[in-house]
Structure formats: structure tokens, C-alpha cells
């Protein structure tokens, strides 16, 4: 999922940004470490395929892409418990010392992609999230209040992007 996570991110139309809502707080933190990962190995890809290319508009598009990449900011966004994990430490740290939702809200902050299980699936409003990414079983008002924060017109955004990775959207249809 992580890694198909990066490939799709970074291969979408419009650039705004993303959900990844995951089952629980240690899956949201396992989840950002998975992605990280594969955001690593990606970023090294296109580095090597800049070296290799021969031509100044491929050079060139690479460099943006590795710009782009080099620039997002990710974290971890849950409500805090009392028995909290020592893999939540590192992202509960950050919670606590930057005001993320309003950088997840400015559109222009790299701060592009947020791992949540509960915040922000509801009554958040930030017009630039341009994809959701769902990786945790929902029905009902929960999965429709999900997928209307990626249905906010923004800019050239005229519609999100749901990606379910564990079948959501046959409880949907039902």
C-alpha cells in the first residue's frame, strides 16, 4: 500500500493535498514510517534516471519532480491517549510544537500529506486536499463526511480523489 501510496501520489493530476486515513494511531505512525520508505527509494529513483537523462526538457522535469519531493513535509495527525506507544512519541512531539492544521490548510506550506485515523476525517475543510487515500473499513456518515473533504472546489481542483485500498466503496454503493 506505501509504496503504491508514493507512486500514485506523486503521478496524480492536480498537486494538491492528501489524507491517508489508516485504522488506528499505530497504524497512522507504521503507515508514515512505510511511506517514508518508499518516498526514499523514489526520490533516489528519479535522481538516478536525472543523471542518466540526455535531454535539457527531461533534465528538467526530473528537477522539478525531485524539487517537489524534496520540499513535501509529512506527519502524523491523531488525538492523543493516555497509554500512547513510544511510536507515536516522535509525532506527538510535532503535533504539539506546530500548529499543523493551519499548515495543512495553506495551500502554498509543503506540509502536503497528513496520516490520521480520526481527526480531520470530519468537518475539517481544507479546499486543496485533492486526495484521500483510505486504508481503514467506514460505512455511513463517517465514509461520506471522508470523502467530502477531497470534494472541495479549489483552483483548477474542480473534483478529489478517493483511492480505497480495503473495498470501503462497496458499503458505499449499498
Known sequence: ??????????????????????IDKATAARMYDLVKKHWDVYLEDLKARRTRASQPLQRTGLDDLIAYMTETDMAV??????NEGPELRPHRQRMVAEKLDEKFKAADDPFRIAFVCGMWMTGFDVPSCSTIY???PMKNHTLMQTIARANRVFGDKVNG?????VGVFTDLQR
Open 1 to 22: 500500500v506505501a509504496k503504491d501510496l508514493v507512486a500514485h501520489f506523486m503521478g496524480r493530476g492536480f498537486q494538491g493535498k492528501a489524507m491517508v486515513v489508516t
Open 134 to 136: 483510505i486504508d481503514k
Open 161 to 165: 480523489l478517493i483511492v480505497d485500498y
Open 77 to 82: 495527525v491523531v488525538s492523543q491517549s493516555q
